[in-house]
């Protein structure tokens, strides 16, 4: 009964390997579980590190593999993957998130100082809301819309969160206050 059981368990791991192709503009370079991508736009370094996986770099192409792989290092492959191809993206071309002032009640004003966003008179409130904008992630505020802009995804997706969740309101009907800045657009999708 025993033998059956590691039989089994041996049997279900396997080699899983995962190949990306590095653009001719993009250089990438490995140290460890270090990974440091440079392109014509800036340089992202970024630790993955897993039991059990490894990342190599031959010739122009990065290998994400393991060797005696099961469903968890597979599922931790492919997010290492997307990762890599996030930054590789990044990179060549900056992600942007688009945000949409919306003011029924008051005429509601949103500025950009320093690391810092503004909002002035929302809800006619007296003392302005401020978050922080994360390092490396640039705003823009035109007109009614709010532009985020970073060659990090996570960074221009965590400011660009953070502002919305600035105009958030508690303890009122919001279908009745319907005021706040929301996300129209995460790096290139609209939001329906």
Known sequence: MEEDYWHIVT???????KEIVIPGEVVVNIDGTLIIIKGPIGEISRRLAYPGISIDKKENKIIVFSKDGTKKEKTMIGTFTSHIKNMIKGCKEPFVYKLRICSGH??????????EVIVSNFLGEKIPRRTKIEEGSNVEVKGNEVI???????KAGMSAARIEQTTRIRNR???????GIFLISKAGKDIK
């Open 11 to 17: 049997k279900m791991k396997k080699t899983i390997k």
């Open 173 to 179: 009907d919001r279908r009745v206050f319907q005021d």
């Open 106 to 115: 008051f005429p509601m004003n949103v500025q950009v100082k320093g690391n």
């Open 148 to 154: 985020v802009s970073s060659y990090d995804k996570e």
